[in-house]
């Protein structure tokens, strides 16, 4: 009798464990999987960061300078799924001269839904005409708005004039298509090369413009 009564504890006992290991591996999955992605989420977002950060040798903005300073054909890798945007210099002012870059993200590494945040010292989104010496040719700003679940994060890169103290000399690069390239791609690579060089006399200022070509693969 006392053996049959054993033989009942034991058993609720082991269905009690179940329980309770199951409601540990729920409360784990739960708490855990959100974390991983988050975890996943700030080294992606960290990756993007790397991919505008003018101290990076390999980063966008280091790449299109060398090739216009240089000349030659260079190719930027990324390994991020997201959207890439051309706009190429029109003439119309600074804002037609950038490329763009966008993911969807679980974490931010920016203040959400606010306008366009510079990280670039000195600069401002669009950007002004820059000292040679003192402010870098390219600017990189970035922002992240809400979508309800998720964030869309976007980086932007602007090339703009830069002006010696004296006024006398100006110095540009210009993103413009590679023929028959498009303007919007979610490709994983983006071919430089360099085009054509001119001196434009502006007044007493001689602004020397170099044209970079941007192909999305």
Known sequence: MFAGRKGQGDIISAVILVVIAIGLVGTAYMWGIPLIEKQQGRTVVDRMDSYFDGTNVNSLPRMIEDVANNGGEKTFY??????????EYDGSGEENNSIEFMIASKVSNIGVDMDWISFTDGGTCPPEIGVLGIDEGSVVCARADSTGVNYNITYRMWFREIDESSGT???KINLVRREGGPLI????????SRGDVQTITQGSKRLITTEVKILFE
Do not use: C, F
């Open 185 to 192: 791609s979610t490709g994983k690579s983006i071919r430089i």
């Open 169 to 171: 000399r100006g110095y």
């Open 78 to 87: 990324s390994n991020i799924d997201g959207l890439w945007t051309l706009n």
